[in-house]
């Protein structure tokens, strides 16, 4: 099933004569049967049709990853541009798809979408899902927009679903790899991978579909850890579920948050059609529930491409990770005079671009402003690390000097 969303580009190919026609979205009414598109061939002209009279012709998505990266997203670090088109969730042996296939088993009745395109709209990522303007989310230091600012690289799969929903589909799954600006550790990463539930219930009252969500969580966190697993639900907040919900289980002694989730905001649901209609709807990342049910000590492992890591797992199955080998770690300081709108997440790009994912972490140690001079002072401590060789001190060094020269570049004195 094609399903037209905003940013995208699709190709009609006509039953009869066999023609075809290439066209980019640019917006999508649902409600009103309404898509708007920029012709690209046979001719170029923007253009309105009816979303029925174009799904029900022979539909096919076009994805052109490279011109995701290199166009729509030119000026985003290289780091991400190359994750962008890898699809880990859809190689079969890789931890990633495992974990996602047995989320899926779970849910066998639900509608599965995965949406390999990671480019959606800002109406869609955020107005629709009514995230307010002012929220962290929306912040350039957090989001990779388009040059446009009319896309995002989607920080959520949340991003799909009032399309879905208006599209009538009421009970369905959706996973994809999403995108956000992060720290730098061995737990985070600026490209990670969701997991999406949606289950409308019908006309019934929110304490209907409470107990609904709770249940089918609960049952789903017993088929992920085993029925003998200890959970709760806390209350959290949410812009697009109220109430809302965290679930924190108990794993070898420690407590962890796993997913969120919540009955879907009654304006949500209202704006796709849906008013007097009751659901729920939960998020989890793939990624955290992986290292723990392999034993994975660094999310840097996910990405790697070393036969001695790949070669580790299997469809199906839950192994647990053999390390090969434990390679020593460096320790280097930098120390510079901000300016004013300096963000950490850019620094922390800056560091994964240029080390090519030889970081395990980078944290701040010390951070003050100077009286006198009213001039601002930050110092990092970057634990250099690599996951497949022993770094020596010279390649340590030339990756400290080509950051430190391009914070140079930016206007940063180095103290």
């Not at 039953?15 to 409600?31: A, E, G």
């Not at 962290?136 to 600012?149: A, C, I, L, Q, V």
């Amino acid at each position: 099933m094609v399903i037209l969303q905003e940013g995208q580009v699709y190709k009609i190919i006509t039953d009869k004569t066999q023609k075809s026609m290439t066209f980019y979205i640019t917006y999508v009414d649902r409600l009103k049967d309404e898509v708007f598109v920029k012709v690209f061939s046979p001719f170029s002209l923007y253009e309105g049709f009816r979303i029925s009279t174009i799904e029900n012709k022979t539909l096919k998505e076009i994805i052109d990853f490279e011109k995701i990266k290199n166009f729509y997203f030119e000026n985003i670090p290289f780091s991400i541009k190359n994750k962008i088109g890898k699809l880990l969730y859809q190689k079969e042996n890789h931890p990633i798809c495992i974990v996602k296939n047995k989320i899926n088993d779970f849910f066998e009745k639900y509608d599965k979408f995965e949406f390999q395109n990671p480019m959606v709209s800002v109406r869609n990522n955020f107005d629709n899902l009514l995230i307010p303007q002012n929220h962290p989310g929306r912040k350039e230091s957090d989001t990779f927009y388009s040059e446009n600012k009319f896309l995002v690289l989607r920080t959520h799969t949340t991003a799909h679903q009032t399309e879905l929903l208006k599209k009538k589909i009421t009970k369905f799954i959706v996973t994809g790899d999403v995108y956000r600006r992060d720290t730098i550790d061995a737990s985070h990463f600026p490209v990670f991978h969701q997991v999406e539930g949606v289950n409308v219930l019908g006309s019934v009252s929110d304490k209907v579909v409470i107990e609904h969500l709770k249940d089918t969580l609960s049952g789903l966190i017993k088929h992920l850890f085993g029925n003998d697993v200890k959970y709760r639900f806390i209350d959290e907040y949410f812009p697009f579920t109220n109430p809302s919900f965290e679930v924190v289980v108990e794993y070898h002694g420690i407590e962890m948050e796993v997913l969120g989730s919540g009955v879907i905001h009654k304006d949500i649901m209202k704006n796709c059609g849906l008013e007097g209609q009751n659901g729920w709807a939960f998020g989890m990342g793939l990624e955290r529930l992986a290292m723990i049910f392999f034993d994975i000590p660094d999310i840097r492992y996910f990405w790697s491409e070393d036969p001695r890591c790949l070669s580790q797992f299997k469809a199906g199955e839950f192994t647990k990770f053999q390390p090969y080998s434990k390679y020593p770690s460096a320790i280097r300081d930098i120390s510079m005079w901000i300016t004013e709108g300096f963000e950490d997440n850019y620094f922390f790009d800056l560091v994964r671009d240029l080390s090519e994912n030889l970081v395990e972490e980078v944290s701040l140690t010390d951070s003050f402003t100077n009286p006198k001079t009213n001039r601002s002072s930050k110092t990092f401590r970057i634990k250099f690390r690599s996951i497949d060789k022993t770094l020596t001190g010279e390649e340590i060094d030339k990756i400290l000097n080509e950051i430190k020269q391009e914070l140079i570049n930016k206007d940063y004195e180095i103290r």
